[in-house]
């Protein structure tokens, strides 16, 4: 490895990393497993360990700066796990994220240290610190979080403690950083999930409530406060995914109940409000992910089969109701992450591959039903969220490592 050097001295604590063309800044040491010895007035860049290809300039706001060049540049993840104003202020895994109108990002919930949390943090991706944001009225984990028309946040159902099923739901204001209890739902429920459908509703299906799987179905309307049950599922599911599709219809995918992993696919009318089975998975899986590309079609991927974690993809073209295998991951996996990127491509991070969590991150290119192997995290994680941000770079918050609850965060940028 080349490394050029000048004479300049680091002045300045916070620095800027510039990784082709991709600005970050840090205020700590440590870049993924790219680890720079301590910064001080009286040292510059050296004893460089970097054990990935990668180019990175040290600006640190000088009219020149110490270079460090590899023979091969890949994409970037940044690693904030020892950054002292980046990473969260609390570890959680089961947690929940959403974006916000001004592209901050809400956290809220999940587990720390065995606690259950009610706590909930925001994320600022201009100055890349965390703050504290009130708490929930009530801890929560396998919640979930929905943006409203309105810029509120919607925060669904979940379990208390282990198995102890929640029919609260609360609303996050952006504008007066506050929590609301709103009225209960009909049924309390984990492991279901929610749709902002787009007439501004929010659809909350299936899910558990201690044995009992639920075929359940309701409406939140906003504007008046309210719950209303609406049509139930054919099959009684949980851990399934849920996708809003161009027409505004949804489409639920796989799961499990009592008796079975389902492989049945059912889609919801919002005009007559009734569900119909659709088709068949070529195979059945729960904890997967399902994602709705540019093109309209739905990627669904991972999950656990009949015979432990997948590496299989499906694709489901809603215009023409065809369901075709597109490919295989390079690693089986299990409640990972799945991210549209604004080129179109989807990320998948992390998850758990028989019983581990796993590091491996991949690349699915919609144009031409490829994976690509991109690089891996600086750390296992599972139970974690991924978030896009408004630069199209995606936050990687927190989760599992198989033997700690995270505190740290990563950042993908687009190459």
Not at 6 to 16: E, G, L, S, V
Not at 35 to 50: E, G, R
Not at 146 to 175: F, H
Request: aromatic share 10%; with cysteine; charged share 20%.
């Amino acid at each position: 490895m080349n490394v050029e050097k000048n004479d300049r001295k680091i002045n300045d604590f916070q620095k800027t990393i510039h990784m082709d063309n991709h600005i970050v800044s840090y205020h700590c040491y440590c870049i993924s497993s790219y680890h720079f010895d301590d910064y001080t007035d009286d040292k510059t860049a050296s004893d460089t360990n970097i054990e990935q290809s990668t180019t990175i300039e040290i600006a640190a706001n000088l009219s020149t700066s110490d270079t460090m060049t590899t023979e091969q540049s890949n994409f970037y993840y940044i690693d904030l796990d020892k950054w002292n104003i980046s990473k969260m202020r609390s570890s959680r895994h089961f947690h929940a994220a959403a974006v916000l109108p001004n592209g901050s990002i809400l956290i809220c919930g999940g587990i720390s240290q065995y606690h259950f949390q009610s706590t909930s943090e925001l994320y600022d991706p201009v100055s890349k610190r965390w703050t504290r944001a009130a708490n929930m009225t009530y801890q929560r984990i396998y919640h979930t979080l929905s943006t409203l028309i309105n810029g509120q946040i919607l925060v669904v159902a979940g379990c208390m403690n282990w198995g102890n099923a929640l029919k609260r739901v609360e609303v996050y204001d952006p504008s007066t950083e506050s929590w609301t209890l709103t009225d209960p739902m009909h049924y309390a429920r984990y492991y279901h999930t929610t749709s902002v459908l787009n007439n501004g509703l929010v659809l909350v299906v299936g899910g558990k409530n201690g044995d009992r799987y639920l075929k359940t179905a309701e409406l939140y309307k906003f504007s008046s406060n309210s719950w209303e049950t609406t049509g139930k599922l054919n099959h009684a599911r949980a851990v399934f995914s849920s996708s809003v599709l161009e027409n505004g219809n949804v489409l639920i995918v796989g799961g499990k109940n009592n008796d079975e992993i389902l492989a049945s696919m059912e889609l919801y009318d919002v005009s007559t409000e009734e569900w119909n089975i659709i088709g068949y998975l070529t195979t059945a899986r729960y904890d997967h992910r399902a994602t709705v590309l540019q093109n309209g079609k739905v990627l669904i991927t991972g999950g656990v089969g009949n015979d432990g974690p997948l590496n299989s993809a499906e694709l489901y073209d809603p215009r023409t109701q065809i369901l075709s295998r597109t490919g295989y991951m390079y690693s089986r996996r299990a409640t990972h992450t799945a991210s549209l990127l604004r080129n179109g491509k989807v990320l998948v991070i992390g998850g758990s591959t028989n019983q581990d969590p796993t590091d491996a991150v991949e690349l699915y290119d919609s144009s031409t039903e490829t994976w690509e192997i991109v690089h891996r995290l600086s750390t296992p994680r599972v139970y974690h969220t991924a978030s896009v941000l408004a630069d199209g770079s995606v936050l990687i918050v927190g989760g599992y490592d198989g033997k700690r609850y995270l505190d740290s965060v990563e950042i993908y940028s687009l190459p």
